[in-house]
């Protein structure tokens, strides 16, 4: 059973930055290296949004609200996918959580949900 463990979120300022991590166990490298990953947000009272997507061959996307903004990335010999957020706003404050996404472009993952990690951004 795939499971993912999110970490590096946190308090930041307006204008701030801050480095998620997810760490994808119960998955050998060879297999994560295939898998497309994905960012996830979710506020509180809000339906999850998917934030940015890295696929195998390492082409992105990113929703509209965090575009040119964040970076996704991903280094397959650590099972590990990551996200740089820049400029950060208080709008992006949320619990971030990290999945295999659907082909469909959803707000679903694939496997089951993390525990995920909040960023909170205030001045």
């Known amino acids: 059973q795939v499971q993912f463990v999110e970490s590096g979120g946190g308090l930041a300022q307006p204008g701030g930055s801050l480095r998620l991590s997810c760490a994808a166990s119960g998955i050998s490298g060879s297999i994560f290296s295939m898998y497309a990953m994905a960012w996830y947000r979710q506020v509180p009272g809000k339906q999850r949004e998917l934030v940015a997507t890295i696929f195998n061959r390492g082409s992105t996307n990113y929703g509209d609200s965090v575009k040119g903004r964040f970076t996704i990335s991903r280094v397959n010999a650590e099972n590990t996918v990551y996200l740089q957020m820049d400029s950060l706003k208080p709008e992006d404050t949320a619990v971030y959580y990290c999945?295999?996404?659907?082909?469909?472009?959803?707000?679903?993952?694939?496997?089951?949900w993390g525990q995920g990690t909040q960023v909170i951004v205030s001045p």
């Open positions: 999945n295999q996404p659907l082909a469909d472009g959803s707000n679903k993952g694939y496997h089951s």
